[in-house]
DNA sequence: ATCAGGGCTACAT
DNA sequence: TATGTAGCCCTGA
């Protein structure tokens, strides 16, 4: 836990997953930006770890989070879950990837 | 206190 | 564009 943190009264999880719900319908956000929003700079894996953990039937849009390159970071078949659900909001892959100048989601 | 590992990244070939 | 290679930073053991 770091100092600027605490003083918020919240762990790392419990931050990242209130940015994640403030993700826009229609937008990604990435490991790292989603990591720096909660307060973790430079720690996107944390992000990845964090939201491995979420529950199957969480109502945060986890589906939302994609990696710099603008691709699905999960192992089959969660990855195709979350293709469906981003092309559910409009979001197309093409070439196996999202196109994070238009989709990008950056406050 | 240490250490390995993670849904990552930036940078160099 | 496609790898490889270092960093990064937190968590859990």
């Known amino acids: 836990m770091r100092a600027d943190a605490q003083t918020e009264g919240n762990d790392a999880t419990t931050r990242i997953y209130r940015v ?3 993700v826009p319908y229609g937008r990604v956000i990435t490991y790292g930006d989603l990591a720096q ?4 700079p430079r720690a996107a894996r944390l992000a990845g770890q ?8 969480t109502k945060l849009p986890w589906h939302r989070v994609i990696n710099a390159q603008g691709r699905i970071s999960l192992p089959e078949p969660d990855a ?3 293709r469906a659900r981003l092309e559910r ?11 994070l100048l238009k989709y990008r989601w950056q406050p």
């Open 37 to 40: 929003m909660a307060g973790y």
């Open 20 to 22: 994640l719900a403030t």
């Open 50 to 57: 964090t939201l491995r953990k979420l529950p199957r039937d």
């Open 80 to 82: 195709a879950r979350q």
């Open 89 to 99: 909001e409009g979001i197309f892959l093409h070439n196996g990837r999202v196109d």
